[in-house]
C-alpha cells in the first residue's frame, strides 16, 4: 500500500516523497479486484493500474497466472467509457504483453476502438494493437493502418507511422507496401508527423543507396517544414555525402549549399545539427568549416546551457583535427571556463589546451587552478590528459605545467585522478630530458603523503630506474628511506629494491646504501627482510666504495629471460619431486606470441602503468626471444624490431604477420603463425623465402615451429647476412607444413600427415627499418649544436599531391623518423609548412631532418631537405632515400 503523504516540516522542504514508497506486489494484485466490481471506479481503477505500472517498470516480475489475471480483469474495463481510464486500459495491456492465446480476447474491442470516432481511442488502439498483433493479424487490419497515415488528425497519423516503425523489424514485407501512403504523410502540415513519416520511408528504403539519394535530393528542395524532420534530413543528407564522397573526383561536394543554407534557419536545433554536420565532413577544408564555425561560436555566448554545451562540444572535436579553426572562438571559450555548469567550462578548458599557443600557456595555467577545485574527479583526468599533451606540443614550457601537475597532485582527490597525475609526470619526464629533476622531486614530495600503496610502489620502481642516472642521486635517499619507516610493508619491501638499485649504479653512496640495508634486516615482515639480506649479498659484503659487478646490475635492472609461464610449469613439476630445482632446464622457447602483439588494440596504456614506452616494451620481449635461440646469438646488438606487417588477409586458415628485426649485419624475419582451423595440427612449420629480388641477402639460419594446434600461436624464424649499412630488398614468402587431422571428439591427431604449403604476401626491407624514431625536446637547441660540419641541403619536387598534408606524411612514413614539436600537422589550406624530425640511423648515428615544403602550381608539391647528422656519410643517405623513394 502506499504510505499516507505526510505533513512536511519546515526543515524537510528539500526532501522528495513518492506516492509508490512501500508498495507491495501482493497487496497491489490484491487491490486489482477492484476490475471485477459490478459498479467500477475510474479514479480507484486507474490508481491500480498505475501501481501495477510502476512495479513491471521497476522490474518485478509476474509470474504465467499473476499476468493472465490481471490481463482478463484489465479487458473487463472495456465497459467504463471514461477517457482517463481508456488510455490506462491501453498502457497496461502493451505492458503486459499478452500471448497469442489471450490476444484475441481484446483484439475486437481494440478493432472497434480503431474505428471509433474518438481520435483519442483511434490512435492508441493503433498503437497497442502493432505492439501485441501477430503477421496474421495485421493482414486484416493493414487496410485501417494505411487510411490513418494519412489521416487529418496528426494524432492518429503519427500513431500510425511510429507502429509502422516497430513493424519494419519484424513483418518488413507488410510494412514496405504502405510507401505511397508515407510518402503523402512526408508533405503533411504537422511537424510530428512530418518528422515520423520521413523517418519510416528512410527506413524503408535504407538498403537502397539510390532510392535514399533521391529521397534526399527531392526533399532538400524545401518541402521539409518540421525542425525535427529537418534534422532528420541533414542527418541523411550527411550519410549520402560519406558514400558518394568515395565515388566523385571532382572538388564539388554533393549538398553542401543545403547545409550551409540550414545554418539560416529559425530553429536552433536545425542550425546546430548542420553545423555538426559540416565540421563532420571528411576531408574538410578551411572555407567549408568558417561558417559552421562562424555560427557555433554565436552559441557560446547563448543564454541556453544546452546550446553552450553543445557548441563547445562540437568544437572541441573539430580542434583535434583543425585547431587553426578553432582559434578566432578562444575568447569567446574563456569566458566559459567561469560557467555554472561544469561540464560546459571542462570541454571550454580542453578546447583552449589544444588550440592555444605557446604564449598562452600561462595565461591558462592561471585560469584553471581557480577552476579546478570546483570540478569533480573525472573531469579533472580530463584536464590533466589535455595539459600532458600541450606540454608536449610546448616542451619549453615544461616548468610551469610540471609546476602545476605538482600542486594539483598535492590537493585532495581519488585514486584515478591521483594517477592520471602520476601518470602524466613520468611521460613528461621520459619525453622531455630538461623535466627529469623537477619531475623526480615532485614525485618524491608527492610519496611523502601517498595514501595509495600502488602508486607509492610504482613510483618507488620508477625512481630507481631514472634516480641514479640524475646529476645528484644522494638527494632521492632521504625520501626513500622514510618509505622504509613510515608505510606498511608492500611499500617498504619497493622502497629497499629502490635503494638496492641506487647502491648498484652509483658506487659512492654504496656505504650508506649498505648501512640503511642492514637496518632492514630487523624489519618485522619477511618479504623486506629478505629482500635486504639479498641485496645486501649481492652489492659486496663489506659495503666498501667499489664497482658493482655486471651480473648484480642485470639481475637488479634486467628482466628475467625465462617466460614466466614455462617457469610457473617448471615449478609445479618440482614440488612434489625429490630433485633439485635447476633454473638452467626452464626451457627458453616462447609459445605464444608477445604480450606486445597479442594486445588488441584499445585504449593505450601509459604512464607507471606501461613500461617507458610501446615500442621499448615490445622492443624487450623480441630482444629476449632472440638472445634465447643459439642461432642467432652470435649477430650481436639488436638495433631495431619494426611493427607487425600483415602477410594474410583477415579470417583467413592460417593467420600469419612478420617483424623484421635489424642487426648491423643480419636481419632476421620473426613469422607469428596462428592456426584458425579447429580440425587441423601443423607440424614443422617453416616459411620458405625467395630472395631474387633481395640478391645482398643470403640466408644463413632459420628455426621452424615444431607444432602449431589451433588458436595457439607460435613463431618461425629465417635469418640472413647482409653488407653493413641501409639494404633494401624484397621478398616472397611461402608457408610450409604437414597438416595433421584432429578427431573432434577426442582432440588426438592422426599419425600420418600430408605436406601442404601456404602463399603468403611480399615483404619488403625499406628504408625506415634502418632508422629508430627518437624525438628530441628543444629541436633548434639540438639542430645549432649539431652544427653544420655534416650537413646536406637539396630541392626535390613531389610531383601530384592531393595536399601538402599528404606530400608531408609520404615523406615521413619514407623516412620512419620522429616527428617533433607538432609539426607533423599541416594546417588547413596551408601552401607552405616546415616538418621537424629526429632519430637515430643504424649505427646509433643520431639524425636531424628539416623539412621545407611549398604548393608549386596545381597541387604541385616542392620540398627542401636539409639533413645533419654525426656523420657525412648518413646526411648522404637519407637524401638517397627520399630521391630514391
Known amino acids: ?76 474495463l472495456f465497459q467504463s467509457k471514461e477517457i482517463g481510464l481508456r488510455r490506462m486500459v491501453y498502457l497496461i495491456i502493451k505492458e503486459l504483453s499478452p500471448s497469442a492465446d489471450e490476444v484475441i480476447i481484446v483484439t475486437s474491442s481494440l478493432m472497434k476502438d480503431m474505428t471509433s470516432k474518438t481520435d483519442m481511442y483511434r490512435a492508441n488502439a493503433i498503437r497497442v494493437l502493432c505492439r501485441i498483433t501477430d503477421g496474421t493479424l495485421l ?22 507511422l511510429v507502429s509502422g516503425i516497430h513493424l519494419l523489424q519484424t513483418n518488413p514485407e507488410i510494412v514496405k507496401r504502405w510507401s505511397n501512403e508515407v510518402q503523402e504523410a512526408v508533405q503533411s502540415r504537422a511537424a510530428l508527423v512530418q518528422f515520423h513519416a520521413l523517418a519510416l520511408l528512410h527506413q524503408i528504403r535504407q538498403n537502397d543507396r539510390l532510392a535514399v539519394s533521391k529521397l534526399v535530393t527531392s526533399l532538400t528542395r524545401g518541402t521539409v517544414r518540421s525542425p525535427l524532420a529537418q534534422c532528420l534530413l541533414i542527418r541523411y543528407t550527411s550519410q549520402v555525402i560519406r558514400e558518394s564522397s568515395n565515388n566523385t573526383q571532382t572538388g564539388d561536394r554533393p549538398f553542401y549549399d543545403y547545409l550551409e543554407s540550414c545554418l539560416r534557419h529559425k530553429a536552433e536545433m536545425v542550425i546546430f545539427e548542420a553545423a555538426r554536420a559540416i565540421t563532420e565532413l571528411s576531408g574538410v577544408t578551411n572555407r567549408e568549416l568558417t561558417p559552421a564555425i562562424t555560427v557555433l561560436q554565436l552559441f557560446l555566448s547563448s543564454s541556453k546551457p544546452v546550446l553552450r554545451f553543445a557548441a563547445v562540444r562540437t568544437l572541441n572535436k573539430v580542434a583535434m583535427t583543425h585547431p587553426m579553426a578553432v582559434t578566432n572562438c578562444n575568447i569567446d571559450m574563456e569566458s566559459l571556463i567561469s560557467d555554472q555548469n561544469r561540464s560546459i567550462a571542462t570541454l571550454a578548458i580542453t578546447t583552449l589546451l589544444k588550440t592555444g599557443n605557446e604564449s598562452s600557456v600561462d595565461r591558462l595555467m592561471k585560469q584553471i587552478t581557480n577552476f579546478m577545485s570546483d570540478i569533480a574527479d573525472e573531469f579533472k583526468i580530463v584536464v590533466v590528459e589535455a595539459i600532458r599533451s600541450l606540454c608536449l606540443k610546448f616542451p619549453l614550457k615544461y616548468r610551469s605545467l610540471m609546476n602545476f601537475l605538482s600542486n594539483i597532485l598535492r590537493e585532495e582527490g581519488g585514486f584515478e585522478y591521483k594517477k592520471a597525475i602520476v601518470d602524466s609526470i613520468v611521460i613528461l619526464i621520459r619525453d622531455i630530458p630538461e623535466a627529469k629533476e623537477s619531475g623526480l622531486f615532485h614525485l618524491c614530495e608527492f610519496i611523502e603523503d601517498c595514501e595509495f600503496t600502488y602508486l607509492s610502489t610504482q613510483i618507488l620502481h620508477f625512481l630507481g630506474n631514472e634516480g641514479p642516472k640524475t646529476s645528484d642521486p644522494s638527494k632521492y635517499i632521504r625520501y626513500i628511506y622514510n618509505r622504509v619507516i613510515l608505510e606498511n610493508a608492500t611499500v617498504r619491501a619497493g622502497a629497499v629494491s629502490t635503494l638496492a638499485k641506487f647502491g648498484a649504479l652509483v658506487d659512492s653512496l654504496k656505504p650508506r646504501i649498505y648501512v640503511l640495508l642492514r637496518r632492514c634486516l630487523f624489519d618485522c615482515d619477511d618479504e623486506v627482510r629478505d629482500r635486504a639480506t639479498l641485496y645486501l649479498n649481492m652489492l659486496v659484503g663489506d659495503g666498501s666504495v667499489s664497482e658493482t659487478d655486471k651480473d648484480v646490475k642485470d639481475f637488479l635492472f634486467g628482466s628475467l629471460d625465462i617466460p614466466l609461464i614455462n617457469l610457473e610449469t617448471s615449478l609445479k613439476n618440482y614440488v612434489p619431486s625429490e630433485e633439485t630445482f635447476d633454473i638452467d632446464s626452464v626451457p627458453k622457447e616462447v609459445k605464444s606470441q608477445p604480450l606486445a602483439e597479442k594486445k588488441a588494440p584499445g585504449k593505450k596504456q601509459s604512464g607507471l602503468g606501461a613500461p617507458p614506452s610501446a615500442p621499448a616494451s615490445a622492443f624487450d620481449a623480441y630482444e ?81 615451429l615444431r607444432s602449431l594446434p589451433y588458436d595457439s600461436p607460435g613463431q618461425t624464424f629465417v635469418a640472413f647476412e647482409k653488407p653493413e649499412g641501409a639494404i633494401l630488398g624484397k621478398f616472397g614468402n611461402t608457408l610450409r607444413f604437414i597438416v595433421k587431422e584432429v578427431d573432434p571428439s577426442t582432440g588426438e591427431a592422426e599419425d600420418d600427415g600430408v605436406e601442404d604449403e601456404y602463399q603468403l604476401e611480399e615483404l619488403e626491407v625499406v628504408a625506415a627499418d634502418y632508422i629508430l624514431k627518437v624525438g628530441v625536446s628543444n629541436f633548434r637547441n639540438a639542430w645549432e649544436s649539431m652544427g653544420a660540419n655534416c650537413e646536406r641541403v637539396d630541392e626535390y619536387g613531389l610531383g601530384q599531391r592531393e595536399s601538402l598534408a599528404e606530400a608531408v606524411s609520404a615523406v615521413i612514413n619514407i623516412l620512419g623518423m620522429q616527428p617533433c614539436e607538432g609539426t607533423e600537422v599541416v594546417p588547413s589550406n596551408s601552401r607552405s609548412h616546415t616538418c621537424l624530425l629526429s632519430g637515430v640511423f643504424m649505427g646509433n648515428v643520431k639524425v636531424l631532418v628539416r623539412l621545407s615544403f611549398g604548393v608549386e602550381g596545381p597541387k604541385q608539391v616542392a620540398m627542401k631537405l636539409a639533413v645533419r647528422s654525426e656523420d657525412q656519410a648518413v646526411s648522404d643517405a637519407i637524401h638517397e632515400i627520399v630521391s630514391s623513394g
Open 624 to 704: 629476449k626471444i632472440l638472445s634465447s635461440i643459439p642461432e642467432f646469438s652470435s649477430f650481436g646488438k639488436l638495433f631495431k624490431s619494426s611493427a607487425p606487417v600483415e602477410l594474410t588477409e583477415a579470417e583467413t586458415e592460417y593467420s600469419v604477420n612478420v617483424v623484421k628485426h635489424v642487426y648491423d649485419g643480419h636481419v632476421v624475419f620473426q613469422y607469428n603463425c596462428t592456426n584458425t582451423i579447429p580440425e587441423q595440427l601443423l607440424e614443422n612449420v617453416i616459411v620458405q623465402v625467395d630472395c631474387s629480388e633481395a640478391e645482398d641477402f643470403s640466408e644463413i639460419a632459420s628455426k621452424p
Open 1 to 76: 500500500m502506499a504510505q499516507p503523504l505526510i505533513k512536511k516540516d519546515d526543515d524537510r522542504d528539500d526532501e522528495e516523497y513518492s506516492p509508490f514508497l512501500g508498495i507491495e506486489k501482493g497487496a497491489v494484485l490484491q487491490e486489482a479486484r477492484v476490475f471485477n466490481d459490478p459498479q467500477l471506479d475510474p479514479k480507484r481503477c486507474s490508481q491500480v493500474i498505475t501501481k501495477l505500472l510502476y512495479l513491471l517498470n521497476q522490474g518485478d516480475n509476474f509470474t504465467k497466472v499473476e499476468a493472465t489475471e490481471v490481463f482478463f480483469s484489465v479487458t473487463k
Open 139 to 160: 493482414t486484416q487490419i493493414e487496410r485501417y493502418l494505411k487510411q490513418a497515415i494519412v489521416d487529418k488528425n496528426p494524432v492518429v497519423a503519427s500513431a500510425a
